[in-house]
């Protein structure tokens, strides 16, 4: 019980930096850009699995991202708490808007339970894998995470090797997106893919994981 009032109180920041930063803009302009090239015929399914993992991007940078939010993790362990119930409630307070962002573009452009699904989940595995680069490295790596993601994390590895010779460069990207959360493993997800459920489930929780013990290095 005293994990689950951890979670919750690290959870309970989301509402005041969605109204006192900059995170609740980030994330309507993406909500927007996305829209906008929804328009320009890009599908669907790519609009919300985007929404899903790159307004989950922003999360992470907007509430563990800054300088600040890293030393408070210092005072934050100075309570009765444990690393792993900080990393959870911040992936949990990340977690939120991307959610509600993926739920109202879906319903802008077209509800379909399936891709709804889909997106969620896929901000669940890469928000993970965000908490996880954001808590050590800082906002840089969020927004390098988030042009990896909206430029390549769609392209299955099979396309990008295809492009040219596979040199050293061109495969160790192949094998980032062949095994990292990318955007291409989750699409089957709406099909009710296994593999790319549970391919998901393994980067939250290993996200978490890793989060958590960076946390307890700031001890």
């Known amino acids: 019980m005293r994990f689950l009032r951890c979670v919750h109180a690290e959870w309970l920041l989301v509402s005041s930096r969605l109204t006192r ?3 609740g803009l980030s994330l309507l302009s993406l909500g927007a850009a996305l829209l906008w090239l929804h328009g320009r015929g ?7 699995l985007q929404a899903g993992a790159l307004g989950s991007i922003i999360g992470a940078s907007g509430l563990a991202g800054s300088e600040g939010d890293r030393a408070a993790l210092t005072t934050a362990l100075t309570h009765p708490t444990t690393p792993l119930a900080v990393a959870t409630g911040r992936w949990l307070a990340m977690m939120v ?3 509600v962002l993926t739920i109202a ?3 802008a452009i077209g509800w379909q339970v399936g891709m709804v699904v889909s997106g969620v989940v896929a901000a669940a595995a890469v928000g ?3 908490l996880a680069i954001v808590i050590p490295l800082g906002t840089g790596a969020a927004w390098t995470l988030f042009l990896s993601i909206a430029v390549a994390g769609a392209i299955a590895p099979e396309r990008l090797v295809a492009l040219a010779r596979p ?3 061109r495969v160790a990207a192949a094998s980032a997106l062949e095994l990292g959360p990318a955007l291409w493993h989750y699409r089957d997800i709406a ?4 593999g790319a459920i549970l391919h998901a489930l393994a ?3 290993l996200g978490i994981l890793l989060a958590s013990g960076f946390v307890a290095r700031c001890r």
């Open 203 to 205: 980067w939250t929780g």
């Open 105 to 107: 573009v879906a319903a």
């Open 21 to 23: 930063t900059r995170l």
């Open 191 to 194: 099909l009710g893919n296994l």
């Open 167 to 169: 040199g050293v460069v």
């Open 97 to 99: 808007p991307a959610v």
């Open 128 to 130: 993970g894998c965000a």
């Open 42 to 48: 890009l599908d669907p399914l790519t609009v919300v």
